[in-house]
């Protein structure tokens, strides 16, 4: 039952990143924290995360076109955040860790409800503090897309930019992640079944959100995705409190 959970989850959160940029980690993370420890959970998901990503800007048959002025200063100070994460990581029991990502995908969701406003170009120490956020959440919750999401989509980019520089974001912050979590990929077990499977749910997954972007309503989509964030924060939040409490 766990590796179906795993695959199904994996599918349905690539279908709904591969529509929007923007999901993945939020979804899938939650489900991985009830069946793994934690630093498993933050393993797989970035691996997954990079998987996805790299077949949502090569795996298309198009030309990508994030916003390198946006993405490379947040990949810059992502670095040491991530440094951060991993410290945070690993001092924190794993039911503090399940409250921690509710909070923050249920924060995200709430955020995504207000009306978006553009907030204009801002300056390089913006970006750089947005970075290192991101970084840490990368390595410590593995949810890092939502800060990011909110920042791009306030720059007047078009879907499709926003939507390749969020993939080319969390690509680079996989690749970040994975390598900062190397003092502890020794405490990470992994079911090659269950890797494999959820694998072959990414790979689906996409599949159907990349033929669905181009039909995308922002409206409708928008309601839908705030649903799927608060429900996804509040199963992991609840997991938390639930073992806190026992």
């Known amino acids: 039952m766990t590796i179906e959970l795993v695959a199904v989850t994996a599918l349905f959160a ?3 990143q591969a529509l929007a940029g923007i999901g993945f980690a939020l979804i899938l993370t939650p489900v991985l924290f009830l069946v793994m420890t934690p630093a498993s959970a933050i393993v797989t998901a ?25 993405v490379l200063p947040v990949l810059a100070a992502a670095v040491p955040g991530a440094v951060g994460g991993v410290v945070l990581l690993a001092e924190l029991r794993k039911p503090v860790l399940q409250v921690i990502v509710g909070v923050s995908v249920i924060a995200a969701g709430l955020l995504r409800t207000r009306p978006t406003r553009r907030v204009g170009r801002g300056g390089t120490g ?8 991101i970084g840490a959440l990368s390595t410590s919750t593995g949810i890092n897309g939502p800060p990011l999401a909110l920042w791009l989509s306030a720059q007047g980019l078009s879907p499709a930019r926003v939507r390749d520089s969020l993939g080319a974001a969390l690509l680079g912050l996989g690749v970040i992640a994975v390598l900062a979590v190397v003092p502890i990929l020794h405490t990470a077990r992994f079911g090659a079944v269950t890797l494999a499977a959820a694998a ?24 839908v995705l705030v649903v799927v964030i608060l429900a996804s924060g509040a199963a992991s939040l609840y997991a938390g409190l639930t073992s806190l409490a026992g």
């Open 126 to 133: 913006r970006r750089l503090a947005l970075g290192a956020t």
């Open 14 to 16: 690539a279908a709904v």
């Open 200 to 223: 072959a749910g990414v790979i689906a997954g996409h599949a159907i959100g990349s033929r669905l972007f181009p039909r995308l309503r922002h409206g409708w989509y928008e309601s």
């Open 46 to 70: 970035t691996v997954l995360g990079i998987l996805l990503n790299l077949l949502i800007l090569f795996g298309e048959l198009r030309r990508p076109q994030p916003a390198w002025s946006e």
